[in-house]
């Protein structure tokens, strides 16, 4: 079993930045692709970002393409997501997951793990 662990959410202006982090335990992190999710309220969750087991793929979802950038470092077993030029539309609780597909995937019921979660609030 995987666990992970989300950080780096909080409370920022319009146009500011945030890194988000999420750790994993329990399983090899080089084996998973990984992904950022977000939910606002009365939303849907939304695909975010995703990337795959090497960090040699990425993909990114429309509305946050030139903003935000998720990475990843298998020696400390954390994905990243960047978050740059903020809007108060990014508000939402961000979500980790990890998957064992090969590659990346914007579907979420192909991640089978999922972190709590991490507030984000952007102000205008």
């Known amino acids: 079993q995987v666990q992970l662990v989300e950080s780096g959410g909080g409370l920022v202006q319009a146009g500011g930045s945030l890194r988000l982090s999420c750790a994993t335990s329990?399983?090899?992190?080089?084996?998973?692709?990984m992904g950022w999710f977000r939910q606002a309220p009365g939303k849907e969750r939304e695909f975010v970002a995703a990337i795959s087991q090497s960090g040699g793929i990425t993909r990114h979802a429309d509305s946050v393409k030139g903003r935000f950038t998720m990475s990843r470092d298998n020696a400390k077993a954390t994905v990243y997501l960047q978050m740059n030029s903020l809007k108060p539309e990014d508000t939402a609780l961000y979500y980790c997951a990890a998957s064992i597909r090969i590659g990346v995937s914007s579907n979420s019921y192909e991640y089978s793990t999922w972190g709590q979660g991490t507030q984000v609030t952007v102000s205008s």
């Open positions: 329990g399983r090899t992190f080089s084996s998973l692709s």
